[in-house]
């Protein structure tokens, strides 16, 4: 069956590409070493990304901790937004950290993101606190 687009767990070998995807996405980009300690290292990371074919577009980071998951970061590649992708990808974590036995979700995003907003109030997230001076810029 042709298959277009598809979800898998990230591996070492995506991390070039997940740095293009970095720089494309975020002012502040993660390092190689972010990723490789969190791959490495961090029992609690669970990150998925999202390839069309051979080609990563998007990922999605989080840390599972027991019955918690915590969203750490989504992106999807600049000439690919806005055909509900990004919401696809945040559905699949969803669905797996259910699965894993997660029953609360957390995330920080900045006030200004309008875009990240609107896509998790769909999916269902609601606003608790605004976290003073997280972000190092903006
Ligand atoms: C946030 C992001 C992942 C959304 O991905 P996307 O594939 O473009 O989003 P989708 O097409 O799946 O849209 C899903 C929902 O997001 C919101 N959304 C998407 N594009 C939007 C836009 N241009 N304006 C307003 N809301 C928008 C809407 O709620 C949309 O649902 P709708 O189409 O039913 O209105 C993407 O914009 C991105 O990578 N941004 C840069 C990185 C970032 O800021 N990440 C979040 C902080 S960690």
Redesign the pocket.
């Known amino acids: 069956m042709y298959k277009r687009f598809s979800f898998r767990l990230m591996e070492e070998k995506d991390i070039d590409q997940i740095l293009r995807i970095e720089q494309e996405?975020?002012a502040a980009p993660w390092s190689r070493e972010s990723f490789e300690n969190e791959l490495r290292k961090n029992k609690f990371a669970l990150y998925l990304v999202l390839e069309e074919e051979d080609k990563v577009i998007?990922y999605c980071g989080s840390w599972l901790i027991i019955d918690e998951i915590h969203?750490t970061?989504?992106?999807?590649l600049p000439e690919?937004?806005?055909?509900?992708?990004?919401?696809?990808?945040l559905r699949k974590m969803m669905e797996i950290a259910k699965l894993e036995g997660a029953n609360t979700m957390t995330l920080e995003?900045?006030v200004s993101?309008?875009?990240?907003i609107?896509?998790y109030?769909?999916l269902g997230f609601q606003e608790g606190g605004i976290r003073k001076n997280y972000y190092t810029y903006n």
């Not at 690919?80 to 990808?89: C, N, P, Q, S, T």
């Not at 993101?113 to 990240?116: I, M």
């Open positions: 996405c975020f998007g969203i970061n989504i992106a999807i690919y937004r806005g055909r509900k992708l990004g919401e696809a990808l995003v900045r993101n309008h875009v990240a609107s896509l109030r769909k």
